[in-house]
């Protein structure tokens, strides 16, 4: 969240410092921190599905074991034998960082997670675009905003 809380806060900031109504202030604040979530999501998203060349190494959540979205997801949907072989994955010390990606990413394509995962950022984003059509104002800045919203949401695939 410190991405999103900084981006909410930024956006909040310049909306109280242009004097602009509270509820712009609370809708700016509120887009920033959809949009960083949506990012970070998106960020996890690539870093396990990507293909190579996004600029980061594909697999390395992963691999050093970080508790993205797409782990936590795997293991509140998993059960039996599918949730112990995660577990064992993520507790595993001594391992092939390319076997380990695979077997994880297996799991995950059973589970679904990348569908819950695409679901929730688009869920994400169009909240925050809800957010900019409330807005007392409307122009060249909320369209600038809305704009970045799309590289934001859009990037690599």
Known sequence: ???????????????TLAEAPKNDIDNLY???VLIGVGFQLKDDYLDAFATQGFGKQVGGDIIS????YLTLRALEKSTGPVHKELVDWLNT???DPEEKVMA?????QRLDIQNDVDILINEKFEMAYSLLREL???GPGVNNLENY??????RIK
């Open 136 to 138: 007392s104002i409307q």
């Open 149 to 154: 919203c799309n590289l934001l949401m859009n």
């Open 1 to 15: 969240l410190k991405t999103a809380v900084l981006l909410g806060f930024s956006l909040g900031l310049g909306a």
């Open 30 to 32: 509120k887009f920033g």
């Open 104 to 108: 994880v990413l297996d799991i995950y």
């Open 65 to 68: 074991n970080k508790k993205t």
């Open 93 to 95: 010390e001594d391992f």
